[in-house]
């Protein structure tokens, strides 16, 4: 496929390599958000579409990635929680969220790694909804 969707969802190394369902249900909710969301009108000026990438995390990588990108002039931060923040480098249209999934998180997918899709579209969704609000978007 030549064009981009829209929504990406980008799990780190380290976590991919922890948890090995979780690039397909990545893909998985890649398809269903980018599909919400064009269903919700988030895409009607085709010159003026927000993109935004979603970079799952470990904590320490999250807070290496916040140290880095806080504070710079041309960036605006958006942060929606204590392990989700969004950056927009100003008159751009990509949003970079950073998600960090905590030690607490993981050992729940460990012990039951069946949680782990229904548990990221939650979390995912919620971030969505924030981004949506700011953006003066219809959540999903």
Do not use: H
Not at 51 to 74: A, M
């Amino acid at each position: 496929m030549s064009d981009l969707l829209p929504i990406s969802i980008i799990p780190s190394d380290e976590l991919s390599k922890k948890f090995n369902l979780l690039a397909g249900a990545c893909n998985k909710l890649e398809a269903q958000f980018n599909f919400q969301t064009m269903t919700a009108g988030w895409y009607g000026d085709e010159e003026a579409i927000l993109i935004i990438r979603f970079l799952l995390e470990t904590p320490s990588d999250f807070s290496v990635y916040t140290e880095q990108n806080t504070g710079q002039s041309n960036t605006q931060s958006y942060p929606f929680a204590d392990d989700v923040i969004c950056y927009q480098v100003a008159d751009s249209l990509q949003l970079d969220c950073i998600v960090a999934l905590t030690e607490t998180e993981q050992e729940l997918l460990v012990i039951n790694n069946t949680l782990l899709f229904s548990y990221l579209s939650t979390k995912l969704q919620k971030a969505l909804n924030l981004i949506a609000k700011q953006k003066d978007l219809v959540e999903i």
